[in-house]
């Protein structure tokens, strides 16, 4: 498909021109610390989503998550967050080596509204910290810290739309290609797919930690 480049909108001023004021509320509510309120939601929240960019002006985005809580507010404008056992593939944490801009989104089972966090973010492995973070006797390798800039409570209209928590919307399991199927046809048949689903069965809950 080909996009005609006449009807694209390239600047601040044509987005505003083309969308209208915010609503005041909507300003008003951005803060650069977190109160009560995003404590409670933080506490809450067994999960979400990391984006961070690299140098090169690549953007990635990694979803974490853990037992509700699992994100410890350490301050008004600090955030710690264990970076559990992956694939090492380390796209966030080496974007944050080398550009510490992060955004993170929030979101709580059942609640149609997100948590909004912006801010810069070091990665830590002192020994002290990576310990208070410790599930089933083992650590994390690293922590997470965030220093926090921007944060507000974001609308429920996208997760309304998507009716995201229904369960009767759920998609079945035969309806999407498995995770061993997606790995047969992306790595050209390096793997086999029934292979991979039926290892993830046993190794998957052995290796969260």
């Known amino acids: 498909m080909e996009i005609d480049s006449a009807w694209l909108v390239r600047d601040a ?25 995003a404590r409670a939601f933080i506490a ?3 999960f979400l989503a ?3 960019q690299s140098p090169e002006g690549i953007a990635d985005c990694s979803p974490r998550g853990d037992a509700p809580g699992f994100v410890e507010v350490a ?3 600090t955030l710690l967050i ?12 080496r974007n944050i080596a080398l550009n ?9 089972p059942g609640r149609t509204e997100s948590f909004r966090v912006n801010g810069h973010a070091a990665i830590s492995r002192d020994p002290a910290l990576c310990a ?9 390798r690293t922590v997470i810290v965030v220093t926090v800039r921007e944060v507000y409570i974001h609308c429920a209209k996208a ?13 079945g399991l035969d309806t999407i290609p498995s995770f061993g199927s997606f790995l047969e046809a992306h790595t050209g048949g390096f793997v086999e797919a029934k292979a991979v689903d039926e290892d993830l069965k046993v190794r998957m809950p052995s290796s969260l930690y």
Do not use: C
């Open 50 to 52: 990391l984006a961070t």
């Open 13 to 37: 001023e044509s987005l505003e021109a083309l969308y209208g004021e915010p609503m005041e509320r909507a300003v008003r509510k951005q803060m650069d610390r977190l109160d009560a309120h």
């Open 75 to 77: 301050g008004d404008r």
């Open 100 to 108: 510490p801009a992060v955004g993170l989104l929030f979101q709580i």
């Open 82 to 93: 264990p970076d559990r056992r992956g694939n090492n593939r380390l796209e966030s944490l």
């Open 44 to 46: 809450a929240s067994p």
């Open 159 to 171: 997760l309304i739309r998507s009716d995201l928590w229904n369960p009767a919307k759920f998609a």
């Open 132 to 140: 208070r973070f410790a599930v089933q006797g083992k650590e994390p």
